[in-house]
C-alpha cells in the first residue's frame, strides 16, 4: 500500500512539472506567425512567438520585462558607433534569428537593437525571424542558413552574407559589428 501511494505520489509529481503547450494563430500586419504558449503550473504564461516579426514587438508585454531594462542599461561605445557610422551603406541589410525563450537573447537582442538605434539603422532593412528552441520556424524561414545557436544576428551586402554574430560577440556587439562592416577577418564563437 505504501509503494502504490509512493508512486502515485512521484506520478503525480511529474505530471504537475510537465510543460504543456498550446498553438495559437495571430495575424499582425497581415502575416502568419504562430504563438506557443509555454503553461507551467508555477508561472504565468508565456508566449513563445515562431516566425517573422518586426523587432518593436519585443517592447511590449510580456517581453519588455526582459527587452526594456537590458535596453535602458546597455551603453554602447560611443566612439565605435561613430566608427560604424562611416561604414554604414545603403546596401546593408540583417537578418536576426532570435528565440523569446532564450536567455541569451535576451541578454543581446535589446543591446543590438539600442546599437541600431543610436546608429539611425533603418529597421525595415532587418528581418527578425523568432525560432522555436529546435531552432525551427512553420515557414522553414531557417533552412539552409546554419542557425546552431541563437540569437544569430546575419550581416549582408547587396544580398550576399559578409559575416555573422551567433549567441554572443567576441569583443562587444558593436566592436564585432565594426570588424565585420569593416570587412577585417572576424570569426565568431562557433566558426572553428
Not at 520556424?137 to 551586402?157: A, C, D, H, Q, S
Request: charged share 25%; aromatic share 12%.
Amino acid at each position: 500500500m505504501k509503494k502504490t501511494f509512493f508512486l502515485l505520489l512521484i506520478l503525480s509529481g511529474f505530471y504537475a512539472c510537465k510543460n504543456d503547450q498550446k498553438k495559437a494563430t495571430v495575424t499582425p500586419d497581415d502575416s502568419q506567425q504562430e504563438i506557443i504558449m509555454n503553461e507551467k503550473t508555477d508561472s504565468v504564461k508565456t508566449p513563445v512567438l515562431l516566425g517573422v516579426y518586426p523587432v518593436e514587438v519585443l517592447k511590449k508585454e510580456p517581453y519588455a520585462d526582459w527587452f526594456i531594462p537590458a535596453y535602458d542599461a546597455y551603453k554602447p561605445n560611443q566612439k565605435t558607433i561613430q566608427d560604424i557610422k562611416s561604414h554604414l551603406k545603403n546596401d546593408l541589410t540583417i537578418k536576426l534569428y532570435m528565440g523569446t525563450w532564450c536567455e541569451d537573447s535576451w541578454r543581446e537582442v535589446p543591446n543590438f537593437v539600442k546599437i541600431l538605434d543610436q546608429l539611425g539603422f533603418d529597421k525595415s532593412k532587418m528581418t527578425t525571424i523568432m525560432i522555436s528552441e529546435e531552432k525551427t520556424t512553420p515557414e522553414g524561414l531557417e533552412k539552409g542558413m546554419n542557425i546552431t545557436n541563437v540569437p544569430t544576428i546575419i550581416f549582408y551586402r547587396n544580398g550576399q552574407e559578409i559575416n555573422r554574430i551567433v549567441e554572443f560577440p567576441i569583443e562587444t556587439l558593436e566592436k564585432d559589428m565594426f570588424v565585420i562592416l569593416c570587412g577585417q577577418f572576424y570569426r565568431h564563437a562557433y566558426d572553428f
